[in-house]
């Protein structure tokens, strides 16, 4: 169980380029230990790749990355996770053709058929994914193939598949994208309780109903760099996010 000690994601002058095209733009986000942090922005503000930069998914142009006072610009994923992050993913990343369970056993980092069959004799782990998935309501589907559950269902496995892993810090894309409403107010409700656990959320999302309801702190983007952040009620009145989502 998280203990909550503030762990803390600060980011630094951070760029990335595909081409001419400049998606991340020297920005620098700290965000707040222990609450829930939402970036948002219009498509192409440079949201993902941010989130993919931070995670090393891809490699920074520019810019520091530090994660539990640690420098982990040039980490790897690994690395990062066992500091103590972990994120999901716009699009699923499961693996359609294993049961959830078997999703839940493979460690993401490493999914060998030796990790799985390890897992799948080790009573501790088993008990530990069957309470992740009882926690995300998806318990019942344990013996189901990956493929033939809903997608909303596929978000709550990868969720659930994240926080095997225990992380301090959860970073969530687009939890709400292609979800129906009442899973929506499930996901949001199970992000409130693990933050009251102790765990600090930095969350990627278009639904404003959701962002605004739930977040502590907004932070903006647009054109590649925050432009806004504070409170919701804040932002939303911000006449610099009007522009940019507006133009007005």
Known sequence: MSTGSGVTLEVH???KSFGGVKAVDDATVEFLPGKINALIGPNGSGKTTFFNCVTRMIKADSGTVTLAGKDVTRSTPDRIARLGLGRSFQVC????RMTVMEN???AVRNPTVSAL??????????ERARGWLRRVGIDHLEHAEARNISYGQQKLLELAGVLMADPEIVMLDEPAGGVN????GRISTLIRELNAEGRTFIVVEHNMDMVMSLSDHVFVFDRGRPIAAGPPA?????PRVLEAYLGV
């Open 13 to 15: 002058g951070l760029s």
């Open 93 to 96: 990343r499961i693996f359609p």
């Open 104 to 106: 839940m056993l493979v």
């Open 117 to 126: 069959w390890r897992g799948a004799h080790d009573p501790e782990q088993l």
């Open 181 to 184: 409403p009442a899973l929506i």
């Open 234 to 238: 804040e932002v939303q009145s911000d």
